[in-house]
């Protein structure tokens, strides 16, 4: 609505309430469409827009095209129902001790994204062209190794004519695993298990990745821009994932895969506006961990931070029991996975898949690991007790978690509950920080009158359109806003980097 309303050059200058998000913040794993939360709370059935206009399709009106008498029952009824939520949410949001984080960060944010979808980001789309030519070799050569190894063509996108190849022409494994249609399983983790033994998987697995690469951004990407514009604008949902993140569609962003080096060239293609600008990124380093740091208290991770030591150096110098200046690049390695594992709940078995160490020297890690940091665990036990009495958990900010499998009899739901009561607050903690640090940022450039934009958010990560004679105000303005946004007991560390284009910025 703020951009509808920003077209017509209105400013919306009230407060604002979102019962979408209102209602987020109360249970963010149900859905929260209007709908279904006036058939919840209200137990009221509201006019369905496909009564209006039909369903989504070539056949679907427009609103133009309903007549004034049916419009305004629509819209009113709208107004009203959204009126009523509100009332009913604003006492759950007090009930729940969620109206501070309601008031003081999702409902400034608004505007805040708005601005940044409005503005979106130039794309260079003549590179994207390029790229699509040298992918297409790409997928080529590899398709001719595919078949050579196989012996024969077939199509490599059909998971029914690869099975049969893998598993009944080339007998890669015994008993293979079959999906319930009964046909051979090509899914993802069953093709990686393999990888490392079969070169053709290994080709495959990456046939795969530079295909979607293809469809999903470089072809699709140019379609997507904006002719108003020549920008590219994607939409923030903030209602989507549980955990507080922000999520991104139309195009997705977050995605972009920058493992591989064809997907790093992906970023190339997003500019700054023209010759007066420059791209700058300003990403949080290590957030995550230094959230569960502060959290649990954990005095040798915390004073590791606040000495600026290379964490996962740190780590593997006290789990190998090592110095620092003679840890190996293979144990920091190792450290690095077990760093960030542990929050994700990483099991021997996980641990083994990930790096060269056996089930055994994997399981050893994790135990040296958890005597290395007491603490820790005792915070991660303590967490899943929380949620265990309160059916919840929460963040730095008060956003809640609502796990409602933390007591199942099933062993494999309850676990992936007890993981989340560990994670939720974490990721949740490292979003909260973000957002604030976006809010913050935003009302220092529309008070200074600043040319400079904030244009993308991809998880601890801002990207900037800086006019280049602000670039050293701009400099300082960001790393200090994003270092102060909240604080905890070990520093927030910010990198920064910019360039002509996201990959060199980043």
């Known amino acids: 609505d703020l951009k509808v309303l920003h077209k017509y050059k209105i400013d919306v200058k009230g407060p604002l309430f ?24 209200l137990n009221y059935s509201p006019i369905s827009i496909v009564d209006l206009i039909g369903k989504k399709g070539k056949n679907q009106l427009s609103m133009r095209d ?47 994204l708005a601005s940044m979808e409005l503005e979106g980001i130039k794309l260079d789309t003549e590179f994207l062209k390029s790229l699509s030519t040298d992918l297409n ?4 050569s590899l398709e001719t190794k595919i078949y050579e190894a196989a012996g024969e063509t077939f199509n490599i996108a059909s998971p029914k004519q690869l099975g049969v190849i893998l598993f009944e022409k080339l007998k890669l494994v015994d008993k293979p695993k079959k999906t319930k249609t009964g046909q051979y399983s090509t899914a993802e983790d069953v093709l990686s298990y393999l990888a490392k033994d079969h070169e053709i998987i290994q080709h495959i697995l990456e046939y795969r990745g530079l295909a979607k690469l293809k469809s999903t951004y470089v072809d699709a990407l140019p379609e997507q821009v904006l002719e108003s514009t020549g920008h590219i604008h994607t939409e923030y949902m903030q209602t989507v994932a549980s955990t507080g993140r922000l999520s991104s569609t ?32 300003a990403d949080y380093s290590q957030i995550e961990l230094r959230v569960i740091a502060a959290m649990s208290q954990e005095e040798t991770m915390i004073e590791a931070f606040k000495n600026g030591e290379d964490i996962h150096a740190s780590t593997a110098s006290k ?35 990930q790096t060269d160490l056996s ?10 690991y958890y005597e290395t940091y007491p603490k820790l665990r005792k915070y991660m036990s303590s967490q899943v007790d ?16 609502y796990l409602k499998d933390i007591n199942s009899q099933n062993a494999i739901v309850r676990g992936a509950a007890e993981r989340n009561a560990v994670n939720a ?35 601890d990560e801002l990207v900037f359109d800086v006019y280049k004679p602000e670039l050293q105000t701009m400099k300082v303005l960001i790393k200090e806003q994003m270092e102060n946004a909240y604080t905890l007991s070990v520093p927030l560390d910010v990198e920064m980097d910019m360039g002509k284009n996201w990959l060199e910025a980043h």
Do not use: W
């Open 18 to 41: 979102d019962t979408m998000i209102a209602h987020y913040l109360i249970n963010a794993d149900m859905r929260h469409n209007m709908e279904v939360l006036a058939e919840t709370y």
């Open 66 to 112: 309903v007549s004034l008498e049916k419009l305004t029952e629509y819209a009113v009824e709208d107004a009203d129902i959204t009126f009523q939520l509100a009332s009913h949410f604003k006492k759950e949001l007090t009930d729940a001790e969620t109206l501070k984080l309601f008031n003081d960060i999702e409902i400034p944010l608004v505007k805040v």
């Open 137 to 140: 070799s790409d997928i080529a």
């Open 250 to 281: 139309n195009p997705n962003l977050q995605n972009i895969p920058i493992r591989t080096e064809r997907g790093r060239q992906v970023r190339k293609a997003f500019v700054p506006r023209n010759e007066e600008y420059t791209l700058l990124a």
């Open 319 to 353: 789990v190998f029991n090592v110095p620092l200046d003679e840890v190996t690049r293979e144990q920091r390695g190792n450290a690095k996975t077990v760093n960030f594992g542990i929050i994700y709940g990483v099991s021997a078995f996980g641990l083994s898949n």
């Open 359 to 368: 089930r055994t020297e994997a399981k050893e890690l994790i135990e040296t």
């Open 386 to 401: 929380f949620a265990r009495d309160h059916g919840y958990v929460t963040t730095l900010s008060n956003r809640r978690r």
């Open 425 to 459: 607050p974490i990721q949740g903690s490292a979003a909260d920080v973000i957002k604030i640090a976006m809010i913050n940022i935003y009302n220092k450039l529309e008070e200074g009158g600043f040319k400079t934009k904030m244009l993308l958010q991809v998880h």
